[in-house]
């Protein structure tokens, strides 16, 4: 018998792109989350072992990691192989929200498995999203110049599948033609 092929998607666009709402959605289709460690502190509304893995300093040192990204000088964030390994040993499909460098990594690792998907935006929806979800005029002008410095809107190039920007039915709808077109049994 043929063995299920294994797939990792790894969700990659700027902030208000859609990453987080796509996957609430594959949640809700029973696709697995990988979920990251963290040295930061569990903030309100967030849960143990379902938004991160809150460790210490030395235990996330200690992993064997797929990536790992420092931000604010302060925070340690990381996807460990451990955690990948466990989820594909139970999951034939798996999904993960990263920024590019955190997608080159997974698919270095794991390049039979890995697909990145980037989810396609502009600055003006970029802006209508970000406002719809309360974050502050400030916050949201701040992203937007970091997505444009940083080329985030050019990620598609990178990219191995793309999923263009529309309505969220939309979006879940073409999500949905890369799955079954995949023939994984998550739909």
């Not at 294994?6 to 029973?30: H, Q």
């Not at 400030?138 to 598609?156: D, M, P, Q, T």
Request: proline share 2%; charged share 25%; with cysteine.
């Amino acid at each position: 018998m043929e063995q299920q092929q294994k797939k990792i998607l790894v969700l990659v666009g700027a902030s208000g792109s859609g990453k987080t709402t796509l996957g609430d959605y594959l949640k809700t289709k029973g696709v697995a989350e990988l979920v990251s460690n963290t040295t930061r502190k569990m903030r309100p509304g967030e849960q143990a072992d379902v938004t991160y893995y809150y460790v210490t300093k030395e235990e996330i040192l200690a992993l064997e990691m797929v990536e790992r990204s420092n931000y604010d000088g302060q925070a340690i964030y990381g996807l460990s192989k451990r955690e990948v390994e466990a989820k594909l040993k139970t999951n034939t499909l798996v999904f993960f929200i990263a920024d590019i460098k955190g997608a080159f990594a997974v698919k270095q690792h794991f390049p039979k498995e890995t697909l990145i998907v980037y989810l396609e935006t502009t600055p003006a929806d970029m802006r209508q999203h970000m406002t719809l979800r309360g974050d502050s005029t400030e916050a949201i002008e701040h992203r937007i110049a970091f997505a444009l410095s940083s080329k985030e809107f050019e990620n598609g190039k990178f990219s191995d599948i793309i999923i263009s920007n529309g309505t969220l039915e939309e979006c879940e709808g073409q999500l949905e033609k890369i799955i079954l077109a995949l023939k994984l049994e998550a739909f």
